[in-house]
């Protein structure tokens, strides 16, 4: 085994806990290894408990290509990570504090989040994820700030069988064969008629240490919101989004339905955000963005202005697939111009509170398919350079606001692919490997859609020109 000498702490750390979790979990059969790449979904391995130790060893591997793997789980030749070098192993890291139990597994098991470590160089691999949110956290830390975020997740409980067209269905209602056919918005009945799916989701929530809030009803027909707690680490914030999106997925599947995260899985309901919402504390704890009652103080002008500044060089983090797009686009309540305003939810950024503990703003772009590691990276890293910059954000929205004035997001996949790859800012943002492989990635996957033939399309044109 390679000697980890820069991770050495850190596995130390991890051997304790893990030593910790199994006596007092000595039943413990499975351990889940659990990876994260660009496109977001789960990818790991099983390992018999007894094989913890090798773990804690820097004994477990994983290609270093499954970071691009794209979203059917298939290597891109043309980020040259695969076959094309040998396609070597990483070192699976393990992440202290993310050893958890799975409540909903058949037999006693637990899951560990990992991040991959390159062999030859004795370094994290630049292109991890949730390296890349290290790397721009710790550009504050360097300047004694610490980034205080909360997330919100949108998303739709659908049919564990899709319809007779391949489209997801909204789920019945539990206890009945009646399906959701209208808006539910903040409707308390459908929450009590959901209550039994929507109390285990917070019960597996707290058994794995993710700060589960609030539970809403949404708009759409089967669409709920549920808020995660504000915690003073963005990695850790990005960390339990993600084991959340797995926690709901689960726990429907135990009831009988599916879920989607998919920003519009309905042409005719309102789409599914990811929200952000953040603050930044000095040394002394002391919230920066607190200022008057009455409006945003420099910094947080300035946060928000450098916000605005890379929003549109950002966008394919917020919106990395094809279906991101159809989420943007009029009428689809979700925010199509570079523009903020105070408790505005036409804005992309929205500043619930500007004075005390509660002092923030609310990034309102990206979808729920976005990767959370890379939505906060690029909200941070434009927070750090509005700062820097001292970046002005123009005049709030109000309800008179002509929208039309301001800078509109590319309701265009390959247009927001391109100013990224053409985007300096976007480049600094962590490395320039992860900048063009990532934008390979997303390329790729664009590439794919722009020359499959759908059913619609042949439906459309086969017979009628």
Known sequence: MPTLTAVKPQLDQF???????????????????????FCGPLRGKWLPAEMLQKLTEGGVRLPLSTVALDIWGVDVPATGLAIERGDPDGVCIPIPGTLKLVPWAKVPTAQVLVTLFEIDDQKP???DPRYVLETVEKKFQNKGLTPVVATELEFYFIDIEPGPTGLP??????????????????????MAQFEPLLMEINQACKIQDIPADTTISEFGHGQFEINLLHVPSAVEAADHCLMFKRVV????RKHGMDVTFMSK?????????????????????????????????PALRNAIGGLLDTMLDMQIL????????????????????????????????????????????????AGADANPYLVVAAILEGIHL??????????????????????????????????WL????????????????????????????????????CQTYARKV
């Not at 269905?169 to 459908?190: F, V, W």
């Not at 910059?389 to 929205?397: A, H, K, L, V």
């Open 422 to 457: 053409q985007s300096k800012a976007a480049e600094q943002m962590s490395t320039e490997e992860f900048h063009r492989m990532y934008g390979t990635s997303r390329t790729a996957e664009y590439e794919v859609f722009a020359t499959t033939i759908t059913g619609f399309e």
């Open 249 to 252: 997925r689960h726990i429907a």
């Open 169 to 190: 269905l909204p789920p019945c209602i539990p206890g009945t064969n009646q399906r959701l056919e209208a808006s539910q918005i903040y409707d308390l009945d459908i």
């Open 265 to 297: 899985p309905y042409g005719e309901e309102t789409g599914s955000g990811f929200h952000v919402h953040t603050s930044l504390l000095d040394a002394h704890g002391t919230n920066i963005f607190s200022g008057t009652a009455e409006e945003a103080n």
């Open 125 to 127: 691999t630049p292109l």
């Open 15 to 37: 051997r304790l806990e893990a030593d910790a979790f199994l006596k007092q979990h000595p039943d413990l059969e499975k351990i889940e290894i659990l990876y994260a790449g």
């Open 386 to 419: 509005g700062l820097e910059n001292q970046s002005d954000p123009g005049m709030p929205i109000t309800l008179e606001a002509d929208l039309t004035q301001y800078d509109h997001l590319t309701g265009n996949w390959e247009v927001a692919i391109q100013t």
């Open 318 to 365: 917020f919106a990395p697939h094809a279906n991101s797009y159809r989420r943007l686009q009029p009428g689809s309540y979700a925010p199509i111009t570079c523009c903020w305003g105070y408790d505005h939810r036409a804005a992309a950024i929205r500043v619930p509170a500007t004075h005390g503990k509660g002092a923030r703003l609310e990034h309102r772009v």
